[in-house]
Nanobody, 126 residues
Framework: VQLQASGGGLVQPGGSLRLSCAAS????????ITWFRQAPGKEREGVSC????????YYADSVKGRFTSYRDTGKNTVYLRMTSLKPEDSAVYYC????????????????????WGQGTLVTVSS
């Protein structure tokens, strides 16, 4: 299982970005997908998880109302739409597979996540 996050970049505060999480060789529909981020000198932080069956989504308090995770089954891709970005959102963002009901995300057990690749850098700065 290997995922690839993409779509990061430099954006001004208040701006928006859409990150993509793509897989090759397997279907993302069967997996819950967690987005997490890590900024330099900081611990890994879970951002969002979309479960495998009902499309239930979970969000960290710091991004609730600003970030949206959703699937495009036809493209075998999970997206993270980020709006009203703040400088504190700057980090490398990764996507990874979780248990089908986002157990690892909800338990903050990020070491149990699987398949995360290189990540994509998001920089929010004026």
């Amino acid at each position: 299982v290997q995922l690839q996050a993409s779509g990061g970049g430099l954006v001004q505060p208040g701006g928006s970005l859409r990150l993509s999480c793509a897989a090759s060789g397997f279907t993302l529909d069967y997996y819950a997908i967690t987005w997490f981020r890590q900024a330099p000198g900081k611990e890994r932080e879970g951002v969002s998880c979309i479960d495998a069956s009902d499309g239930i989504t979970y969000y960290a308090d710091s991004v609730k109302g600003r970030f949206t995770s959703y699937r495009d089954t036809g493209k075998n891709t999970v997206y993270l739409r980020m709006t009203s970005l703040k400088p504190e959102d700057s980090a490398v963002y990764y996507c990874a597979t979780d248990s089908t009901t986002c157990t690892f995300y909800n338990n903050h057990d990020y070491e149990a996540l699987d398949g995360w690749g290189q990540g994509t850098l998001v920089t929010v700065s004026s």
